[in-house]
């Protein structure tokens, strides 16, 4: 499967992550409340134009469809405030549509993360999770991510322990 990736699209970006976040609901598993997903509380300075989706070009020849949405920051002063802006790639809000589960599209958004931070000069990517969630954990690590440190973080009236990862290359 083939893969392509727009920063242009907002309200289809948005459709999809409350999409996933609504499964999440669905099967117990609410990582996010899905009346915090909109515009604006996601977008501002450090994410517009950095909101993506995914598209799975698929081999039969049909029209590419949306698979799945991350944010790509270059700056992140609530989740990394220590770390200088342009220094390393933030993913976050990263959701992969059911349709597209198990199919490995992570490795594609972390290849494209790749290509984007070393065509800037940035060799780090980073990125956080509810660290109460071990299987979302060990996803992660799976992927070459390094666990660093876990800290809590307050957002949009709720309250997280995130765990921190780092993948240097």
Not at 86 to 110: C, D, E, P, V, Y
Request: with cysteine.
């Amino acid at each position: 499967m083939q893969f392509s990736f727009r920063n242009d699209q907002p309200e289809l970006a948005f459709n999809v992550l409350r999409e996933v976040g609504q499964w999440l609901v669905d099967s117990g598993q609410e990582l996010w409340q899905i009346d915090t997903l909109t515009p604006e509380n996601l977008l501002d300075e450090y994410t517009t134009g950095n909101l993506y989706v995914l598209y799975a070009n698929r081999d039969d020849g049909a029209e590419p469809e949306p698979a799945g949405v991350f944010i790509l920051q270059w700056e992140d002063p609530l989740y990394w405030p220590d770390v200088p802006a342009n220094t390393s790639g933030f993913i976050h809000k990263l959701a992969i549509r059911r349709a597209f589960g198990g199919q490995n599209l992570f490795a594609a958004i972390i290849d494209f993360c790749r290509t984007e931070c070393l065509q800037r000069g940035i060799k780090i990517l980073q990125l956080e999770t509810d660290a109460t969630r071990p299987k979302l954990m060990q996803f992660y690590e799976r992927y070459g991510f390094q666990p660093t440190y876990q800290r809590q973080i307050h957002e949009f009236g709720q309250t997280f322990l995130c765990q921190y990862y780092v993948m240097m290359f």
